[in-house]
């Protein structure tokens, strides 16, 4: 069966003007484009578009979505068990606040008392389940599954304080990575070294121990992997490049 722009967008839930700037970038084409100039849609631009939709809800930007299913060694299947997995850890993650917002009410209402570690276990947790999901694949193949675990436990460690000021300086790097690209600065100058010097102390929460080579290699997953990528330049293109190259003028390396 073959769909029209419209027929496809009202079957997806998108806009004809999406699957038509889709079409514009390359990111789906249609399979065929009929004499009087209508776009027509086959079985595997569904499948195409319904990978495009999943990655979206995701988080991902347009640009590396691409750069994922223009890979030739894309595996639709291993894709797919990824989002699910993900999706899976989002519905745990959402158990997991809601039974703490049941046992926040219940400790309002003079119930069982709740100490101060336990009412942002869920939140701790719930960062440390998102970092896996995303970039625990990579990151265990890089510095293996000790290392991982290690990082793992001492977020969940932390304080209640301690986690605001690793979240928060979490927000200070992203804010000054974007200025820092807008303005065209060199990472190797104070602004980039600065920049560099904020990331090893948010690694500090995470990591038991510090060394520029480790550090280094972090900052090179930025931006060889499109997740890592998307994530530092969904506001800014540029932003993982800029701390990548920082970190290693950082390092000397």
């Known amino acids: 069966m073959e769909y029209t722009v419209k027929a496809l967008a009202d079957l997806a839930g998108v806009t004809p003007r999406t699957l038509r ?4 970038i390359g990111l789906l084409k249609p399979l065929r484009t009929t004499e009087a100039g209508y776009r027509l849609y086959g079985p595997a631009q569904l499948d195409h578009l319904q990978d495009i939709l ?13 750069t994922i299913l223009d890979d030739p060694a894309f595996d639709r299947q291993a894709a797919l068990q990824s989002h699910l997995a993900e999706l ?3 519905r745990a993650r959402l158990d997991d606040l809601i039974l703490t917002v049941q046992r926040t009410i219940n400790d309002i209402k003079g119930g069982t008392k709740m100490t101060d570690q336990e009412k942002f276990e869920a939140f701790k947790r719930r960062t440390v389940e998102a970092n896996e999901t995303a ?9 293996g599954d000790e290392e991982m675990d290690r990082a793992n436990a001492c977020v969940l460690a932390l304080t209640q304080e301690e986690y605001a000021q690793w979240k928060s300086l979490g927000g200070e790097i992203h ?26 102390r948010w690694l500090s929460y995470s990591w038991e121990s510090y060394t520029p080579q480790a550090h280094v290699g972090l900052a090179e997953l930025y931006v060889s992997d499109p997740r890592f990528t998307a ?23």
């Open 21 to 24: 700037w889709y079409d514009r």
């Open 54 to 66: 999943f990655y979206r809800e995701l988080g991902l930007d347009l640009a590396s979505i691409r």
């Open 88 to 90: 899976e850890a989002r």
């Open 135 to 143: 970039f625990g694949q990579e990151i265990r193949e890089k510095y």
């Open 175 to 200: 804010t000054a990575l974007v200025t820092a690209v807008k303005a065209g600065a060199d990472p190797a100058g104070p602004e980039g070294q600065r920049i560099a010097a904020l990331h090893r």
């Open 231 to 253: 994530y530092y330049d969904w506001e800014v293109p540029g932003c993982a490049a800029f701390l990548r190259d920082a970190v290693r003028a950082y390092t000397g390396a």
